[in-house]
């Protein structure tokens, strides 16, 4: 699925299934930037996000899976 947040959104974090020190599932942040990366037949978003516990840990979309949400 694909991600369509954009600098300033607000997100809970719901999956990070592959990082070996993942931020826990339901976690808030802020997006600080996103980019969206062409990989042949497939595309990804990398998600750069200040997570509210103080660590900045990018998501990529997918497997990482955000839900934006509203304050």
């Known amino acids: 699925m694909a991600f369509?947040?954009?600098t300033g959104d607000r997100v809970r974090l719901v999956a990070m299934?592959?990082?070996p020190d993942p931020i826990p599932v339901g976690t808030l942040g802020t997006v600080?930037?996103?980019?969206?990366i062409p990989w042949g037949a497939d595309s990804y978003t990398q998600v750069s996000v200040k997570w509210d516990n103080g660590r900045?840990?990018?998501c990529v979309v997918p497997p990482d899976f955000l839900a934006?949400?509203?304050?």
Request: proline share 6%; aromatic share 0%; hydrophobic share 20%.
């Open 32 to 36: 600080i930037d996103t980019q969206h």
């Open 17 to 19: 299934p592959k990082d």
């Open 4 to 6: 369509h947040g954009k």
């Open 56 to 58: 900045s840990l990018n």
């Open 68 to 71: 934006i949400i509203d304050e």
